[in-house]
């Protein structure tokens, strides 16, 4: 679970942009002062929680007197209809911070609920499903939870936490030798090497090497991922990614892969439909 130390400013900024310089005048000029109100954020349709923390913490930081009882947690699943969470207090706090938690709890459900359905396709196999860097700008920490929330697990965070090699910068060092022996040099203990390859003649260069972690098995065919399963013979940790659609999960998690890395998980989630009624 993130701390709220980080949760609270990306919700801070939200509310910020929302409210403006001068607050919320559709408020301000007709709801009564003193005027208390019981809410109720509703689904819609059914999916995977997310992002209720992120609502409650908008609602927290309009007003901290409000009474927030939650009834389903980040990472449990609803049902259309179903009571998310209550809000009690004024009415006029709960009206300022309703479109940002709307907004913040729709697009994380969004993104838990796409991911179980691509982590369903792997029952039975030892596939992962795993997200990118493909992610909303300034929202990263809080999507990856979510993928997180809906079953699947994270790549790296950013461009510091791992050495991930692909075709430009293979292009740009010479070929696959200079690159990983380039990377193998300056590399501290605790960091990993990942590259990526496009066929499989490339996959025996890295082999044959023996300087990556894990090579990523851009855009292959379902047969070639078999054979590079066959190939690597449990030597390295095989990734997965180009055109995982979800029709296709079930085969590929077949092939024997260790992880499938699906984009779609964080830029392509439909957003969850949620409801807050008075």
């Known amino acids: 679970m993130l701390p709220d130390l980080l949760i609270e400013p990306l919700v801070r900024a939200a509310l910020t942009e929302d409210l403006g310089p001068m607050g919320d005048a559709t408020v301000a000029a007709v709801i009564p002062d003193g005027l208390r109100y019981n ?11 997310s992002g209720l923390r992120l609502a409650a913490t908008a609602f927290r930081l309009i007003d901290p007197q409000l009474q927030l009882t939650p009834f389903v947690r980040d990472g449990g699943t609803f049902a259309p209809g ?29 993104i838990a609920t796409l991911t179980a359905a691509y982590v369903a396709q792997t029952a039975g196999t030892k596939a992962r499903i795993t997200c990118t860097r493909k992610t909303t700008p300034g929202l990263r920490a809080v999507e990856k939870e979510a993928v997180r929330h809906g079953g699947g697990s994270n790549h790296r965070f950013g461009l510091s936490d791992a050495i991930l090699i692909k075709d430009n910068h293979i ?10 022996q380039g990377a193998a040099a300056r590399r501290s203990h605790l960091m990993r090497i990942e590259i990526e390859v496009d066929t499989l003649d490339q996959l025996a260069d890295v082999l044959a090497l023996g300087l990556a972690d894990v090579v990523l098995l851009d855009n292959m065919t379902t047969p070639q991922l078999a054979e590079a399963v066959r190939m ?18 079930a085969e590929v998690a077949a092939t024997g892969v260790d992880y499938i890395s699906v984009g779609a998980l964080t830029h392509s989630a439909p957003v969850v439909d949620l409801g807050l009624d008075f």
């Open 232 to 249: 690597t013979d449990g030597r390295l940790v095989l990734e997965a990614s180009g055109n995982m659609t979800l029709p296709r999960i």
């Open 39 to 49: 809410a109720v954020l509703r689904a819609r349709q059914a999916g995977v929680a």
């Open 82 to 110: 179903e009571p998310l969470l209550q809000i009690a207090g004024a009415a006029a706090s709960i009206l300022m911070a309703e479109r940002v938690a709307l907004n913040f709890a729709g697009r994380m459900c969004g």
């Open 171 to 180: 292009a740009a060092a010479g070929g696959i030798g200079p690159v990983l």
